[in-house]
Protein backbone atom coordinates (compact mmCIF):
# COMPACT_ATOMS: atom_id res chain seq x y z
CA UNK A 1 0.00 0.00 0.00
CA UNK A 2 2.74 2.35 0.87
CA UNK A 3 4.30 1.67 -2.51
CA UNK A 4 1.38 1.88 -4.88
CA UNK A 5 -2.09 2.11 -5.42
CA UNK A 6 -3.38 -0.41 -3.33
CA UNK A 7 -5.88 -2.77 -5.93
CA UNK A 8 -8.06 -4.02 -2.47
CA UNK A 9 -8.27 -7.38 -4.07
CA UNK A 10 -7.56 -10.41 -2.44
CA UNK A 11 -4.36 -12.41 -3.07
CA UNK A 12 -5.57 -15.65 -1.35
CA UNK A 13 -6.21 -18.70 -3.43
CA UNK A 14 -9.52 -19.21 -1.85
CA UNK A 15 -12.69 -17.49 -2.72
CA UNK A 16 -12.78 -15.19 -0.26
CA UNK A 17 -13.81 -11.31 -1.10
CA UNK A 18 -11.88 -8.79 0.02
CA UNK A 19 -11.73 -5.08 -1.31
CA UNK A 20 -11.80 -1.57 0.52
CA UNK A 21 -14.98 -2.34 2.63
CA UNK A 22 -13.42 -5.26 4.39
CA UNK A 23 -10.10 -3.53 4.14
CA UNK A 24 -10.95 -0.49 6.37
CA UNK A 25 -13.73 -1.98 8.57
CA UNK A 26 -10.63 -4.41 9.36
CA UNK A 27 -8.39 -0.85 10.19
CA UNK A 28 -11.48 1.23 12.61
CA UNK A 29 -12.42 -2.30 13.81
CA UNK A 30 -8.37 -2.23 15.03
CA UNK A 31 -8.74 1.35 16.34
CA UNK A 32 -11.96 0.20 18.17
CA UNK A 33 -9.79 -2.22 20.11
CA UNK A 34 -7.24 0.12 21.23
CA UNK A 35 -9.30 3.15 22.15
CA UNK A 36 -9.24 2.72 25.79
CA UNK A 37 -5.46 2.99 25.65
CA UNK A 38 -5.22 5.73 23.17
CA UNK A 39 -8.24 8.04 24.31
CA UNK A 40 -11.57 9.02 22.75
CA UNK A 41 -9.92 12.19 21.28
CA UNK A 42 -7.37 10.46 19.64
CA UNK A 43 -9.37 7.55 18.24
CA UNK A 44 -11.79 10.05 16.65
CA UNK A 45 -8.71 11.67 14.89
CA UNK A 46 -7.47 8.23 13.37
CA UNK A 47 -11.19 7.26 12.70
CA UNK A 48 -11.41 10.66 10.81
CA UNK A 49 -7.89 10.04 9.39
CA UNK A 50 -8.91 6.57 8.26
CA UNK A 51 -12.40 8.28 6.32
CA UNK A 52 -9.86 10.35 4.47
CA UNK A 53 -7.27 8.15 3.57
CA UNK A 54 -10.09 5.77 1.97
CA UNK A 55 -11.32 8.68 0.18
CA UNK A 56 -7.81 9.43 -1.21
CA UNK A 57 -7.36 5.63 -2.49
CA UNK A 58 -10.92 5.53 -3.48
CA UNK A 59 -10.41 8.37 -5.91
CA UNK A 60 -6.96 7.42 -7.39
CA UNK A 61 -7.01 3.33 -7.56
CA UNK A 62 -4.57 3.87 -10.24
CA UNK A 63 -1.87 5.55 -8.60
CA UNK A 64 -2.49 8.42 -11.27
CA UNK A 65 -3.49 11.69 -9.56
CA UNK A 66 -1.89 12.89 -6.10
CA UNK A 67 -4.66 11.43 -4.35
CA UNK A 68 -2.54 8.40 -3.51
CA UNK A 69 0.43 9.69 -1.74
CA UNK A 70 -1.88 12.17 0.19
CA UNK A 71 -3.58 8.09 1.80
CA UNK A 72 -0.08 7.01 1.89
CA UNK A 73 1.22 9.93 4.06
CA UNK A 74 -1.97 9.52 6.10
CA UNK A 75 -0.88 6.20 6.82
CA UNK A 76 2.74 7.49 8.27
CA UNK A 77 0.73 9.97 10.39
CA UNK A 78 -1.38 7.52 11.65
CA UNK A 79 1.45 5.22 12.88
CA UNK A 80 3.72 7.91 14.47
CA UNK A 81 0.32 9.05 15.99
CA UNK A 82 -0.02 5.30 17.33
CA UNK A 83 3.48 5.29 18.78
CA UNK A 84 3.71 8.23 20.40
CA UNK A 85 0.41 7.20 22.09
CA UNK A 86 2.52 3.94 23.10
CA UNK A 87 5.52 5.82 24.02
CA UNK A 88 2.95 7.94 26.97
CA UNK A 89 1.67 4.50 27.77
CA UNK A 90 4.68 2.65 28.35
CA UNK A 91 5.96 1.69 31.74
CA UNK A 92 8.73 3.61 33.76
CA UNK A 93 11.67 1.44 34.92
CA UNK A 94 12.38 1.20 38.22
CA UNK A 95 16.08 2.68 37.86
Do not use: C
Not at 23 to 40: M, P, Y
Not at 76 to 93: C, F, N
Amino acid sequence: MMLSAPKFKSRLPWDFEEDIDTNFHQLNEGLKVVRRQIGDETYARLVEMSDRMRAHFEADPDDKTEDGIKGRELIDEMTEILRASRRRKAPRGNG
